[in-house]
């Protein structure tokens, strides 16, 4: 069984910074595209940022681009998302997610397997 487990999320003040991570295990890390979504209570999924299996490609939504960054270790089967210049609107859970392909995407039904999520909280 594939298990995606996030951590590193917590309540910062606004202008900090964090580092999520999510180590998978499971099934080929390498393999596979991962990405970051988050999700506000009431409100829909949203995507973050992905990165392709090789770590060559990432894309990240407009709303966090510039504090943003994606990467991966695939000798440590982990994806990270470092996030700068926190404020109180990325206050959200946060999930990793594996896609069913080696390439990127921001399609949230492209992904297959989730992590069970990681609150971040900015207070102003």
């Known amino acids: 069984q594939v298990q995606l487990v996030e951590s590193g999320g917590g309540l910062v003040q606004a202008g900090d910074s964090l580092r999520l991570s999510c180590a998978v295990s499971?099934?080929?890390?390498?393999?596979?595209?991962m990405g970051w979504f988050r999700q506000a209570p009431g409100k829909g999924r949203e995507f973050v940022a992905t990165?392709?299996?090789?770590?060559?490609?990432?894309y990240y939504a407009d709303s966090v681009k510039g504090r943003c960054t994606i990467s991966r270790d695939n000798a440590k089967n982990t994806v990270y998302l470092q996030m700068n210049r926190l404020q109180p609107e990325d206050t959200d859970v946060y999930y990793c997610?594996?896609?069913?392909?080696?390439?990127?995407?921001?399609?949230?039904?492209?992904?297959?397997?989730w992590g069970q999520g990681t609150q971040v909280t900015v207070s102003s």
């Open positions: 499971g099934r080929t890390f390498s393999s596979y595209a």
């Open positions: 997610a594996q896609s069913s392909s080696e390439w990127l995407t921001a399609i949230h039904n492209g992904y297959n397997y």
């Open positions: 990165i392709s299996s090789t770590g060559g490609s990432t």
